[in-house]
């Protein structure tokens, strides 16, 4: 079945130093990849998606790529604050699906100040 | 819009006992999605429901839990009998459900304690 693999599981970095999450995915008619923030105790929260037709898009200090051929896509915070501490998770659509969305399994990032 | 609207937010319940959840998606939305997050097992969907129907159950874990969705604005997860490994935190979520894939929008949670 449908499969998305998220690296690390933990990250933890210096204020203002980048980070980078990567996820894999499986099914190759994926077409929507989004990313959610969540914070302790609280909801998950869409930061930046991108959709197939492009490799790249940013919004202020986060950015996501996209490698169709490789199935694999990132994002990317620049500038880390302690504000950007918590899970992060990446997600896919799947095929024939009206929604529908397979999440990895989350990263925990941690950014000291 | 008030966004996904999920209640109760907290649930203490002993084993044995039905828990029921309800969940009010964003109005328009034709996907709903209920999902169960734990520190084990990260975050699962349950089932998905499209213009009312289910189109995809299979996760739900077993004949414990059933879910419905009478009419466009509402929806209700049922857990019965409910035992203490069902604890976790469940999310239930909605998107525009076209053919045109959209972001899901996550209502606050309820919190389920089974004791």
């Known amino acids: 079945g449908e499969n998305v693999e998220q690296h690390p599981s933990t990250l933890s970095v210096q204020e203002g130093d980048s980070a980078v999450i990567k996820c894999t995915y499986s099914?190759?008619?994926?077409?929507?990849f989004p990313w959610y923030k969540q914070e302790l105790g609280k909801r998950p929260q869409l930061i930046i998606d991108?959709?197939?037709?492009?490799g790249e898009k940013k919004d202020q200090r986060i950015a996501v790529t996209l490698n169709k051929t490789a199935k694999h896509f990132s994002l990317h915070i620049t500038e880390t604050q302690p504000e950007d501490s918590a899970v992060y998770f990446c997600?896919?659509?799947?095929?024939?699906?009206?929604?529908?969305?397979?999440f990895g399994k989350g990263t925990k990032l941690s950014v000291k100040p | 819009d008030a966004g996904v609207i999920q209640s109760p937010r907290h649930e203490v319940t002993e084993m044995g006992q039905e828990v029921t959840l309800r969940c009010k998606p964003i109005?328009?939305?034709?996907?709903l999605f209920w999902y169960r997050q734990t520190m084990m097992r990260g975050l699962e969907l349950l089932i998905y429901?499209?213009?009312?129907?289910?189109?995809?159950d299979s996760g739900m874990p077993e004949d414990r839990f059933s879910a419905k969705m009478p009419n466009a604005s509402f929806s209700t997860l049922k857990i019965q009998p409910s035992e203490p490994r069902d604890s976790a935190v469940y999310f239930c979520?909605?998107?525009?459900?076209?053919?045109?894939?959209?972001?899901?929008?996550f209502g606050p949670g309820t919190r389920l304690t089974v004791l």
């Open positions: 109005s328009g939305h034709n996907s």
């Open positions: 991108i959709r197939s037709n492009v």
């Open positions: 979520a909605s998107s525009q459900g076209d053919r045109r894939m959209d972001e899901q929008f």
């Open positions: 997600a896919a659509s799947i095929r024939g699906s009206q929604g529908n969305l397979i």
């Open positions: 429901f499209n213009n009312n129907v289910p189109i995809d």
């Open positions: 099914d190759s008619a994926s077409n929507y």
